[in-house]
């Protein structure tokens, strides 16, 4: 089992940037496929980004294609969202999630197992 603690949420200007960290422990993270959903009030989870476990292949949903970065470094056991150009829109609990084996063709489309507790981002407009 892995625990993910999110962090570097915060409140930013319509246009700014913020980097979010994904810390891992339990196991080590590069068993792992790593994604970050996001939900903002009264909506629901969306897919973010997500990062096959070599760091190799990345997949973005699509309002976020462009603007955000997901990256890993297994040796710090960390996963992190480089989110460059937010937009109000883009306000919401962000989460960090863990899925577990197989990895099939469209395994970033599945149910992800592992989840943190998510943290605020804020962009004023």
């Known amino acids: 089992q892995v625990q993910l603690v999110e962090s570097g949420g915060g409140l930013v200007q319509a246009g700014g940037s913020l980097r979010l960290s994904c810390a891992a422990s339990?196991?080590?993270?590069?068993?792992?496929?790593m994604g970050w959903f996001r939900q903002a009030p009264g909506k629901e989870r969306e897919f973010v980004a997500a990062?096959?476990?070599?760091?190799?292949?990345?997949y973005y949903g699509d309002p976020v294609k462009g603007r955000f970065t997901i990256s890993r470094d297994n040796a710090k056991n960390t996963v992190y969202l480089q989110m460059n150009s937010l937009k109000p829109e883009d306000t919401a609990v962000y989460y960090c999630?863990?899925?577990?084996?197989?990895?099939?063709?469209?395994?970033?489309?599945?149910?992800?197992?592992?989840w943190g507790q998510g943290t605020q981002v804020t962009v004023s407009s």
């Open positions: 999630a863990a899925y577990t084996p197989p990895y099939g063709s469209s395994w970033w489309n599945s149910h992800p197992d592992y």
């Open positions: 990062i096959s476990r070599s760091g190799v292949t990345t």
């Open positions: 339990g196991r080590t993270l590069s068993s792992y496929g």
